[in-house]
């Protein structure tokens, strides 16, 4: 990612380019008398047409960083014949646009830009790639362990400190208290909460408030991983579908072993949706379970599948109801939206399931108290 220092000597050098206008640097951090309150002037030249423009200048391309030039720039009255412009390493096309409507120029280092000059000139470029992705050292917090510190804003959204939420992260996560898992430490939750925040999904003003839960849903959507599967046993269990619920919450009980549906078969706890024939089951030690149950295995007729895996995310929020450890609404979200067209109309359920059961929270009074 370079720094605006470099982003300055790239302008100087004549290296930033958007055909066909030719772009010039005239001041680096122009004088107060000037009263343009940016960080640069440039000039934008077109067939012997010459704009200049007063630039505000960021070194990095998140949303906050963002909307935060944007909010100055609407601000600021520049003097006459000039006009304004927003410089970043990466803009996209939402962006470009937002920038357009706002009557502001905006140009990256990548290709594209919107320049206007009324009665001048006008031009839009989008669609080349971005050169410059975030560095964060956590390379993508919307997915494996760390999409857990999203999935809590979730449940709750809305936290004091750093600290109450690393613990609800912990204590959400069956795999730390039954399967001795590691519990994350307050340091990774802190790197989450910092890319929420620069994508706007999160404020952190006077508490740490969840912003935009239909952003974080598509994020978590987009990057969802599918569990790591180590083995598959499948069953016909021989005891009556209505007893098997006790049956299995039994075994779990005896083994010590922590045991949840899969999201595909818990859609029926939250949305409309009829249960196939085979119930699906996490499990980390799927042999241990599958001795203590009156069954055999079987490919033919299954009616029970064990899937073992160690994947922390898919025992995240497990919601026990009579008996039984059911996935999250979360969980059966993100697994219906991998599957088939028919999945994904249903996540559609799910989804104003999630955004009611959040909204219920924020207009609760007691929740703000």
């Known amino acids: ?16 380019a958007l055909p066909p206008l030719t772009i010039r640097l005239l001041k680096n951090k122009p004088a107060p008398e000037d009263n343009l309150f940016t960080d640069i002037v440039i000039e934008v030249e077109w067939q012997m047409k010459k704009t200049k423009f007063a630039v505000a200048l960021k070194s990095i391309s998140t949303p906050k960083a963002f909307q935060a030039s944007l909010n100055q720039l609407k601000l600021m009255s520049p003097p006459k014949n000039y006009g304004l412009m927003l410089i970043m390493p990466f803009l996209n096309d939402d962006q470009l646009y937002e920038l357009e409507s ?43 362990n760390s999409s857990m510190v999203s999935r809590a ?40 909460l910092k890319t929420l925040e620069e994508d706007l999904i999160i404020s952190r003003k006077d508490a740490i408030c969840l912003l935009q839960p239909d952003k974080l849903l598509d994020k978590l959507s987009e990057y969802y991983s599918p569990v790591v599967i180590k083995k598959v046993i499948r069953l016909k269990l021989m005891v009556e579908n209505e007893s098997m619920i006790q049956t299995l919450w039994e075994a779990a009980q005896q083994g010590g072993l922590p045991l949840v549906a899969t999201g595909t078969s818990s859609v029926s706890q939250y949305a409309v949706m009829q249960r196939g024939d085979v119930l699906s089951l996490y499990c980390p030690r799927i042999e241990r379970i599958a001795e203590m149950l009156p069954g055999s295995q079987s490919d033919r007729f299954p009616n029970l599948e064990l899937i073992e895996t160690e994947d922390e995310t898919v025992f995240f929020d497990a919601r026990e109801q009579q008996n039984f450890r059911w996935a999250s609404p979360i969980q059966v979200y993100l697994e219906l939206m991998a599957g088939d067209k028919r999945d994904r109309e249903t996540a559609g359920q799910l989804k104003s399931f999630i955004l009611k059961n959040l909204f219920q929270l924020k207009t609760n009074s007691e929740f703000f108290a």
């Open 1 to 16: 990612m370079p720094t605006e220092k470099q982003i300055i000597e790239r302008i100087a050098e004549g290296n930033l």
């Open 102 to 144: 706002n009557g502001i120029s905006g140009i990256d280092l990548c290709g594209n830009g919107v320049v206007i000059a009324p009665g001048t000139l006008a031009v839009f470029r989008s669609g080349a790639k971005n050169r410059f992705p975030s560095s964060a050292l956590i390379k993508n917090i919307y997915r494996k």
């Open 153 to 192: 804003f979730l449940a709750l959204p809305r936290y004091n400190t750093v600290q109450e939420i690393c613990e609800e992260v912990n204590n959400l996560n069956m795999l730390i208290s039954s399967w001795n898992k590691t519990p994350m430490s307050i340091s990774t939750v802190s790197k989450v």
